[in-house]
Each structure stands twice: as C-alpha cells, then as structure tokens.
C-alpha cells in the first residue's frame, strides 16, 4: 500500500513507473479495511479467510470494484 496526496499524484507516479492504476482507498476506508481484516488475528481460533469470506469483507466496505475480485 502506498499513500498519495491525490488522485492525480497516482496517475504521475503510475505513469513514471509504468504501472497500472489498481484501487484507491481514503484513509477512512483503509481503516476500516484495516481494522476489518485484523481486528480476529491474535485470537487462539483464527483461520485464514477462504476467497468467498474475504469478497464478503471487501463488499460489506463497499469494496466491489475488479480489483477486490480474485481467485
């Protein structure tokens, strides 16, 4: 993850590197992506999520572009 000051700043840096824009996330978002995502870590039963549990989490963000799809 990196952080930019704007949207324009990733398209600069995107196209210095030759790099494909992937997702852009404002702090709160990545946050709560965040907080989501390890808010369970430490727990003694923790588990990695399957593909389907982490689209759940990334849609109850509001996460659904292509980029958050895999697997």
Not at 10 to 26: E, F, N, P, S, Y
Not at 29 to 45: E, F, G, I, S, V
């Amino acid at each position: 993850m990196l952080i930019f000051r704007s949207e324009d700043h990733v398209d600069r840096w995107c196209q210095a590197w030759k790099l494909t824009r992937g997702a852009i996330l404002t702090l709160e978002q990545a946050w709560k992506l965040a907080d989501a995502w390890y808010r369970d870590r430490m727990t003694p039963d923790w588990r990695r999520r399957s593909a389907d549990e982490a689209h759940e989490l990334f849609a109850s963000l509001g996460l659904n572009s292509d980029f958050w799809r895999f697997g």
